[in-house]
């Protein structure tokens, strides 16, 4: 039954998230500014909009990082994804790509 509920979640979802949870987030500068800390940064992926945020000491030790998803990113309910499941995530983003020779 999960299996179905990620097949069904996976063929609804948006081709660019899709593509980012199979290649990765895409990310470019969004914003960045000093802290009384060190530095704090915001990149954007240029395909999902997602949002990443790390705050850095003044020597770029990395604090902490958070990513804010859009809407309709996550999939909700599904809990923590197993191998089998990535290959599903990767099978329904690579499948309509593949050309027959
Ligand atoms: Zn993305």
Known sequence: MRA?????????????????????HAWDPYTAHRTPAGYDERL??????AIRHTVYTRRFTIVRTSITYP????????????????????????????TEP
Do not use: H, K, N, S
């Open 4 to 24: 179905r509920d990620l097949d069904q979640a996976l063929a609804t979802m948006e081709p660019e998230f899709l593509a980012c949870r199979y290649r990765r």
């Open 44 to 49: 954007i992926c240029v395909r999902c909009e």
């Open 71 to 98: 809407a309709g990113y996550r999939l909700i309910g599904l809990g923590a994804l197993t191998g089998t499941d990535r290959g599903g995530v990767r099978a329904a983003a690579m499948l309509p790509t593949v």
